[in-house]
């Protein structure tokens, strides 16, 4: 296969975009955590009522994610072949529905925010906190959704420390706003959750005006510049995206979807019982974090690799995030065991739910390994172009086996919390290995198929 290689130093320039990606996730995850700790003195059921709402927050933002993902994937190709029109004309189409979107989604989100939640949870003590906490994030998601497309388009072409310096703009304000009014400080009122609620939503404007200030002033391959002019010459843009990004979308639906079909199973079980799991749930989120850091740079690295015809390129950077996800997996299954007591200590005082914390962290720590290494495979498939078999596997795995499984362990078998962490087990171990089976042919047949258009 005859292929035009890229002259990249991989290792330096696999750091360079990976770690702000990583950190940048990681600095998301240190807000969840503070703010779960901000909440955790309002009690359990708090903690438990803005838990129960990620599921269905995430259910409406899949849509937007699965836009990032295509921006980012259309971004970095055109980088490989150096293609700046293309990139921002694909860049301004994906920017233009999501905005649209956005503003349909959040006023009837707004409306709707009673019914969805009475949908999805069963916790009738916590659910006309959740009902309140959900209006307000997703009545204002259009500043989130417009960081989620900004921040995955930077990605693509490797600015990855533009997107960490915004997520440090969002944490900081949302802390600050959270400090002021979740128990009142500085004179203004204690709004408990509502008040951790509107922090969230002023982290992510600022958030996004971090990434736009960069697009308007220092950006010199993707601009916000000419966006309003190009809506009406890209129908025929529109359709591409349509198409190519359809499995993308069906990809986070499906997942958030079977996600959600866990959280109802999970909110059948009291408060008490799924205050830990979800505190737990944390450590999975710092899994995701590193994980999603290194599918973000192995995207970009991959598309542009892909976009310059080189499969060495391609398979060298899979090999690099395969080893990193591999050592960074273990090293945090380790510190989620040796820091189990203590972190479980921040959130729960009594005995026993520190000793069910300490349990939960062993199971952590093996799911560790497989997320991350099954979102490095997932990652190099979609760089090359491959975004079916993805939505495939996600669609038999988290709407299939997992639901399932954790039903039938949870209840029938009567397992309570543990059926939803073995079930977890299952889903993963599944999933990473049909990750493995399937990259290989993924990356030959991408490249095959564009062998003709460089001949």
């Known amino acids: ?13 696999f750091i360079v975009i990976a770690v702000p990606a990583i950190l940048e996730n990681l600095v998301g995850v240190f807000i969840t955590a503070i703010d779960t700790r901000m909440i955790a003195p309002l009690g359990k059921t708090a903690v438990s009522a803005v838990s129960l709402t990620v599921q269905p927050k995430l ?28 990139a921002n004309k694909y860049f301004h189409s994906v920017l233009s ?19 969805v939640m009475r949908l999805f949870s069963r916790q009738q003590e916590t659910l006309a906190m959740s009902i309140s906490f959900f ?49 009142g400080h500085w004179g203004f009122p204690a709004l408990g959750v509502d008040g951790d609620a509107i922090g969230t939503v002023a982290g992510t404007v600022a958030a996004c005006a971090v990434s736009v200030y960069f697009l308007l002033r220092h950006s010199d391959f993707l601009t916000l510049r000419g966006i309003i002019k190009n809506i009406d010459r890209q129908s025929e843009v529109m359709l591409q995206i349509r198409s190519k990004t359809g499995n993308l979308i069906f990809e986070n639906l499906f997942t958030r979807i079977g996600f959600l079909i866990s959280s109802l199973i999970i909110s059948g079980l009291s408060a008490e019982a799924t205050a830990v799991y979800f505190v737990a749930m944390i450590l999975l989120n710092y899994t995701f974090s590193f994980g999603d850091g290194l599918h973000s740079a192995i995207v970009s690295l991959t598309g542009r690799s892909m976009g310059a015809g080189s499969e060495k390129d391609v398979r060298k950077f899979l090999r690099q995030g395969r080893m990193v ?10 510190i989620y065991i040796l820091g189990a007591k203590w972190f479980f200590g921040l959130y729960f005082t009594d005995s026993i739910s520190v000793n069910k914390g300490l349990q939960y962290s062993y199971v952590a720590a093996v799911l560790t390994v497989l997320q991350i290494l099954r979102l490095v495979n997932i990652a190099a498939m979609k760089g090359v172009g491959e975004v079916k078999i993805p939505r495939v596997l996600a669609t038999a795995c988290v709407m299939l086996i997992n639901p399932l499984t ?23 171990i599944v999933w990473c290995l049909m990750s493995f089976i399937k990259i290989n042919s993924c990356i030959e047949t991408h490249l095959r198929a564009q062998t003709p258009d460089k001949t």
């Open 1 to 13: 296969m005859e292929s035009r290689e890229i002259n990249l130093n991989f290792k330096s320039e």
């Open 59 to 86: 259910l409406f933002l899949s849509v937007f994610y699965a836009l990032g993902t295509a921006a980012s994937i259309y971004v970095s190709q055109a980088l490989g072949r150096k293609d700046r029109k293309e």
């Open 97 to 115: 529905i999501c905005i649209l979107l956005s503003v349909i989604l959040g006023a009837g989100l707004a409306l709707l925010a009673g019914p």
């Open 135 to 183: 209006r307000i994030i997703m009545g204002l998601m259009i500043f989130q959704t417009v960081s989620i497309v900004l921040n995955a388009a930077l990605r693509g072409i490797g600015e990855t420390r533009v997107t960490f310096v915004s997520s440090i703009f969002m944490g900081v304000v949302d802390i600050l706003v959270n400090y002021m009014l979740i128990e």
């Open 325 to 334: 996800g591999l050592v960074v997996s273990i090293v945090l299954s380790i």
């Open 406 to 428: 954790g039903y039938l362990l949870t209840y029938v078998l009567g397992y309570g919390v543990w059926g939803i962490w073995f079930s977890s087990l299952i889903t993963q």
